[in-house]
Every structure is written in C-alpha cells, then in structure tokens.
C-alpha cells in the first residue's frame, strides 16, 4: 500500500520538506538529475511502499520482474558519500546507511549502489551490501 504525504510533511529521505524534495519524482512529474536525488527518491519510496516507481527507476538489465515490499518502517537516510558530480556523467556512486525498524527489531543497511544515465535519466543499476 502506497502512503501519501501532504506537501507540507518532512520527506522520508531527510532533503527538507516532502513537496520541494522527492514528490515530484514520485508522483512523475520530474526525473532526477543526479544519482543521489535518484537515490533518494527511491529510499522514498521504499519508505511510503512506492514499488511503481522503484520498478520504473531500475535499469532494464537488472530489474525484477515483480517487487514485493516487505513491512520494515524505513526510518532514517545517512548518505555517506557521492560520486556524480558533472552534468555530463554517466555513471553514479552513492554511499548510505537506511535504518528500518519492524516490529520491536532495528536495524540498518550500509550500502553502495550504482546508477547509470540512459536517455538523460539516471537509473539504479546495482547495490553492494557494505560490511559494518
């Protein structure tokens, strides 16, 4: 079940407010222009149960027929480091820590992902679990 924020709400990913950060990515009217905005956005989506539009971020060669989103609370985004600085890359490093509770268990993902710019639009190519 997708949950929806009103404009004013705090956005999931931490950038500021929901209606000036990942909404218009959610709800397509804009694609992001960085790897990191991209990153963001999905971590958004994770967190409001968006599977559309993780399924529509990912690349074509990597993603899943069909995403099931389990029932973790994704509370919390630390972005750790970022490599995708020119307007003119291709390929996109993004470094983060997602915390998640589910039940009366926490815990958190350290991951590095990779995005890659296809037709002008950043897509999620692929994740490597980082060791804690």
């Known amino acids: 079940m997708t949950v929806v924020l009103p404009g004013t709400?705090?956005?999931?990913?931490?950038?500021g407010r929901y209606a000036d950060c990942c909404?218009?990515?959610?709800?397509?009217?804009a694609w992001p222009d960085t790897a990191e905005q991209l990153m963001r956005s999905r971590y958004t989506?994770?967190?409001?149960?968006?599977?559309?539009?993780?399924?529509?971020?990912?690349?074509?060669?990597?993603?899943?027929?069909?995403?099931?989103?389990?029932?973790?609370?994704?509370?919390?985004?630390e972005v750790t480091d970022t490599v995708d600085g020119a307007a003119d890359d291709q390929l996109g490093i993004?470094?983060?820590?997602?915390?998640?509770r589910?039940?009366?268990?926490?815990?958190?993902?350290?991951?590095?992902?990779?995005?890659?710019?296809r037709g002008g639009r950043w897509f999620d190519l692929a994740a490597t679990p980082e060791a804690e």
């Open 45 to 77: 989506a994770f967190a409001l149960g968006d599977a559309e539009h993780l399924l529509r971020t990912w690349h074509p060669r990597t993603r899943p027929e069909t995403l099931d989103l389990d029932d973790r609370a994704w509370v919390g985004l």
């Open 23 to 29: 909404a218009s990515f959610l709800r397509r009217e």
């Open 102 to 117: 589910q039940g009366r268990e926490a815990g958190r993902l350290v991951e590095r992902s990779a995005f890659v710019r």
């Open 94 to 100: 993004v470094g983060f820590v997602a915390h998640w």
């Open 9 to 15: 709400a705090a956005c999931p990913c931490g950038g």
